[in-house]
Nanobody, 122 residues
Framework: QVQLVESGGGSVQAGGSLRLSCTAS?????MGWFRQAPGKEREGVAT???????TYEDSVKGRFTIFKDNAKNTLYLQMNSLKPEDTAMYYCAATREFFCRGGYSQSEYKYWGQGTQVTVSS
């Protein structure tokens, strides 16, 4: 069993930045960030595989950066140039499967954090 603890959410004005962190209690292979806005389905934002292959959702490309510190078992999401449409609850997700694909199929991720709220005002 792996526990994921997120931090770093908050309220910022459009154009601002936030960095989300997700610390895992044990080994993980693929990890990712997902978000859910009010009234919408949860969607993938960015993922990273065990070997460092990264994917980004089109609307965040060039603004968000996902990276991982393996020594600290911590996943990060650096969010720059934030827009009001980025407002959502952000969730960290992880799996321990060796051959994970690292995409946006939520069923691939066995472990989920409790979520951290990001609010961007115009």
């Amino acid at each position: 069993q792996v526990q994921l603890v997120e931090s770093g959410g908050g309220s910022v004005q459009a154009g601002g930045s936030l960095r989300l962190s997700c610390t895992a209690s044990g080994y993980t292979s693929c990890m990712g960030w997902f978000r859910q806005a009010p009234g919408k389905e949860r969607e993938g934002v960015a993922t990273i595989t065990r070997v460092g292959y990264i994917t980004y959702e089109d609307s965040v490309k060039g603004r968000f950066t996902i990276f991982k510190d393996n020594a600290k078992n911590t996943l990060y999401l650096q969010m720059n140039s934030l827009k009001p449409e980025d407002t959502a609850m952000y969730y960290c997700a992880a799996t321990r499967e060796f051959f994970c694909r690292g995409g946006y199929s939520q069923s691939e991720y066995k472990y989920w954090g409790q979520g951290t709220q990001v609010t961007v005002s115009s």
